[in-house]
């Protein structure tokens, strides 16, 4: 697999995962949880939408029971960006200090918790922290609080990464902060808080698992690197067989009940196995990585102008996460087939067992996804959210500052090869 020919081969992986506790009901337990962490002041991170809904309230109340003083924090901005990062980590600097910190909502309120949790726990500003070349990629030097993640969304995989990403406004690009100490150290997961999740939400976040899963599971292979000395060891290490475990399982749950969970929300068993996959493939692709498709979504999602997605309650133009990884998903596989062909195959044939193997191998996997975002509603490329030819050498440039998930890759990214997916993306159907 992959072309990498290490003249001292990396023979080393590594693996992080934070508590987790998963099942209906399980956030009736959030107290006993803080309780046993000691912590007796608590900030509560969620956003409006889910505010709305009346859980992020309900948990504050069922702390407040127990003798926690729980402060809420219900500003969190869907698609996070500097100046809302900004605006939290005020917040949480001037309410704080707290012992603890709980974020209640989909990725956007548990990465606006992470950047709250480093910043008030670290010196600094912001783009201190954010990933080079957009920011300075400074490494905390302090431990951060216990984050408690309950995810109300399927798919982020947020409460199991180390990963916070944002949107950085003056350059136009979304980017990210990374660092093994933003992993939460505890995940509830209750698939009961995910049957109010609209269907275009739960369809754009379906599509962020299964990319994660696919995109872990075709990374560079850990043993592809030069081998790394102990304090040069990144929380993405590459494919390996730990990570590859949970995502083989992720993309076998999700062939199962990714289109039910869509069409028929109400149904809690293809829920529970919707959130078991997203968790699944968060604890894979939080240690293997994920590359091209995804480096190709900060820009799209970052360069956005007047497109608005079905199902989410936003007052700005977006593409949620999960739909602007997935719209160049199809082109971005048919690349890297090249580099692992039997991973490619493996992977088309869990996620759609029936599904018959066309006469060029490289177009499974392609042809397997495209069915699937068309059946639950994707848009059919990035020309349908509004981006044509002449935006595809912005859109490159975008994506080529993403070095750090191109590092996985499962062979060279070039500027050519990413403008090429591009072009073949602006439709895919």
Known sequence: ??????????????????????????????????????????????????????????????????????????????????????????????????????????????????AVNLLTTNDGELMDYVNAPVGRARAPKNPLLPLIAVPTTTGTGSESTTICVLDVVSQHVKTGISHARLRPAFAVVDPELTLTQPAGVTAASGLDILCHALESYTARPFTSYEHKQAHERVPYCGSNPIADMWSEKALSLMAGSFRTAVHRGDDLAARTEVAMAATFAGLGFGNAGVHIPHANAYPIAGQVREFRPEGYDADHAMVPHGMAVSLTAPAAFRHTFQAAPERHIRAAELLDPTAERPDDPAEFLPQVLASIMRDVGIPSGIGAVGFDEGDVPSLVEGTMKQQRLLATAPLEVTEDAVASILEQSLEIW
């Open 1 to 114: 697999m992959s072309g990498f020919q290490p003249s001292h081969p990396e023979t080393v992986f590594t693996y992080g995962a934070p508590g987790l506790k998963f099942g209906i009901g399980a956030r009736h337990e959030l107290a006993h949880d803080l309780t046993q962490l000691e912590a007796r002041r608590v900030l509560v991170v969620t956003d409006p939408g889910v505010a709305a809904t009346g859980t992020p309230g309900e948990i504050a109340e069922s702390l407040r029971a127990a003798s926690i003083e729980a402060i809420v924090f219900d500003r969190s901005r869907v698609e996070p960006t500097d100046a809302s990062l900004e605006e939290a980590i005020a917040f949480g600097r001037a309410e704080g200090p707290f012992d603890a910190i709980v974020a209640v909502g989909g990725g956007s309120a548990i990465d606006t918790a992470k």
